[in-house]
C-alpha cells in the first residue's frame, strides 16, 4: 500500500524564522501530486500548496515552498518568516492511483507551532 | 470559492443511537469523501463516491455506511454509534477530473462525542 510518512509529530519555530517540514512518500506511479495541507487550530483544512511530479521546478506560493525531490520521493515545506498565524496542523499527501478516483494518501501531520 | 459544508459543528449522542452526518458541497464535484481524524494517526478513508449512488470503502468503513442520492450530498451514517466512534469527522470534495488536479476541499468538521 501507498504510505505517506511525517517523522516530526511536533516542531516550533520563532516568530519571523524558517521552518521546515519533512515528509516522504511512496509510490510506484510515474506521475502523480503531492500536497501541503494546513489545519490551525478549530478551523478549516485548507491547501497550502501543491506539485505535479512531472515538473522539475518546485512549488511556491508566497512564504511556502516545498523542496521535491522526485528520487528520494521527498517533499518538505519550507515556511519563510514564519507568522503565528501559521500556527497549525500541516497534513502531507499524494494522490493514489490504486484504482481510486482521485483519492489522496494522507500523513499523520505535524503539529506546527510559532513562537512569539 | 469552492465550498463544502457539514451539517454540525459539534454533536453529541448516546451510544447505540443512529447517527446522519451530513456533507453538502456546492461547485458541482464529482467525488466526494469521508474521513476520521484522531491525534497521531492522521486522516483515514471511511467511504468515497464518485458519483450519485455509487460509493467505494476506504480503510475503515466498519460500523459505518453512507449514500449520495444527489450530486452535491454525502451522508455519513453510524448505524448504531458506539464510543470508539468517538472522532472528529471530515468531509471532502474534488473535481473528479481524469488526470488531476485532484486536490480536495474540505469541510469544517463535525465533532462527534459518543457518551
Known amino acids: 500500500a501507498q504510505t505517506v510518512t511525517q517523522s516530526q509529530p511536533e516542531m516550533s519555530v520563532q516568530e519571523a524564522e524558517t521552518v521546515t517540514l519533512s515528509c516522504t512518500y511512496d509510490?510506484?506511479?510515474?506521475?502523480?501530486?503531492l500536497f501541503w495541507y494546513k489545519q490551525p487550530p478549530s478551523r478549516q483544512m485548507i491547501l497550502v500548496i501543491r506539485q505535479e511530479a512531472y515538473k522539475q521546478q518546485n512549488a511556491t506560493e508566497n512564504r511556502f515552498s516545498v523542496n521535491f525531490q522526485k528520487a528520494a520521493k521527498s517533499f518538505s515545506l519550507k515556511i519563510s518568516d514564519s507568522q503565528l498565524g501559521d500556527t497549525a496542523m500541516y497534513f502531507c499527501a499524494s494522490t493514489d492511483y490504486g484504482g481510486s478516483q482521485g483519492n489522496l494518501i494522507f500523513g499523520k501531520g505535524t503539529k506546527l507551532s510559532v513562537k512569539p | 470559492d469552492v465550498k463544502v459544508t457539514q451539517s454540525s459543528r459539534y454533536l453529541v449522542k448516546r451510544t447505540g443511537e443512529k447517527v446522519f452526518l451530513e456533507c453538502v458541497q456546492d461547485m458541482d464535484h464529482e467525488n466526494m469523501f469521508w474521513y476520521r481524524q484522531d491525534p497521531g494517526l492522521g486522516l483515514r478513508l471511511i467511504y468515497f463516491?464518485?458519483?450519485?449512488?455509487?460509493?467505494e470503502k476506504g480503510d475503515i468503513p466498519e460500523g459505518y455506511s453512507v449514500s449520495r442520492e444527489k450530486k452535491e450530498r454525502f451522508s455519513l451514517i453510524l448505524e448504531s454509534a458506539s464510543t470508539n466512534q468517538t472522532s472528529m469527522y471530515l468531509c471532502a470534495s474534488t473535481l473528479g477530473l481524469a488526470g488531476g488536479p485532484y486536490e480536495q476541499y474540505f469541510g469544517p468538521g463535525t465533532r462527534l462525542t459518543v457518551t
Open positions: 509510490t510506484s506511479e510515474n506521475n502523480y501530486y
Open positions: 463516491s464518485y458519483d450519485v449512488k455509487m460509493k
